[in-house]
């Protein structure tokens, strides 16, 4: 339910994106020059009036305080959704441990007596000599004169 939720607030995100970008577009610039006249001012003229300057300013600071609650409210639930999940799954781990390891009573029974150390990996080349490994090597004999 809360990803379906998520998905229709994420498509609702986009389409004021593009809203955004074109009511920036579309406005008059300053001074009759810049980005708006190059992608359209004229036609906020043409589809608002002459006076549309306030129209669109008003819808445009609209549009922005939507981007972000919806920015920002998106961001929430994502990290609530993300951060329960592995609350979830951290507590299965926590109790799949519990019914492998059952506790005992004294301490010396929890620790095996005799356990083996694991044996070394073999050693293909040089380069993959395991770091734990202890290598006996002989020195080098001294000449002395």
């Known amino acids: 339910m809360a990803s ?16 955004l970008i074109l009511l920036v577009l579309i406005q008059l610039p300053k001074k009759d020059a810049g980005a708006g006249m190059a992608f359209g ?5 043409a589809l608002f009036g002459a006076g549309s300057g306030n129209v669109l300013t008003k819808i445009t600071k609209w549009a922005t ?22 609350v979830i799954e951290f507590e299965k781990q926590v109790q799949q441990q519990q019914m ?8 010396s029974a929890a620790t095996p007596a005799a356990a083996p ?4 990996a ?10 734990s490994a202890s290598t006996n090597v002989p020195a080098a004999p001294t000449q002395s004169k």
């Open 4 to 19: 379906f939720f998520t998905g229709i607030l994420a498509f609702v995100l986009f389409l004021n994106c593009l809203l």
């Open 41 to 45: 001012g004229a036609a906020a003229d």
């Open 65 to 86: 305080v939507v981007f972000f609650v919806l920015a920002l409210f998106l961001g929430y639930l994502e990290n609530r959704v993300h951060n329960q999940g592995s």
């Open 100 to 107: 492998q390891t059952p506790v005992s009573a004294s301490p």
């Open 117 to 120: 150390a694991p044996a070394p």
């Open 122 to 131: 073999p050693v293909n080349n040089l380069l993959s000599v395991p770091l």
